[in-house]
């Protein structure tokens, strides 16, 4: 199982405070195999700390290496965890791009 949120309080607006879909949206997270944490902003990342036990270590992980480049991320697959680049060849990222309408360059 893949669950993907921007922050943890993503579930929060599934439904009604209190609601059966609050409550599955929010339990998604604890169920999850797998867990991709993009870079985040220290109060997230302190959030996502205490959410998913977290060490110091795989924090700043989250709080400066995958906030320094696209495609980094703190991979958590079952009880490992893994610092994870991914790279795109040059036609995924002309076929991913999704910028085109604001980038001035292009």
Do not use: F
Request: charged share 25%.
């Amino acid at each position: 199982q893949l669950v993907t949120y921007h922050k943890p309080s993503d579930p929060l607006s599934a439904g009604d405070q209190g609601s059966q879909a609050a409550q599955i949206a929010k339990d998604l997270l604890n169920l999850s195999d797998v867990r991709i944490l993009m870079g985040q902003d220290e109060s997230v990342a302190d959030e996502l700390g205490r959410l998913m036990g977290l060490s110091e270590m795989q924090q700043s992980v989250i709080t400066n290496w995958a906030m320094q480049e696209k495609g980094r991320a703190l991979w958590m697959v079952g009880d490992q965890r893994y610092k994870v680049q991914t790279l795109l060849t040059p036609l995924e990222k002309r076929l991913t791009y999704t910028n085109d309408a604001i980038d001035p360059a292009r």
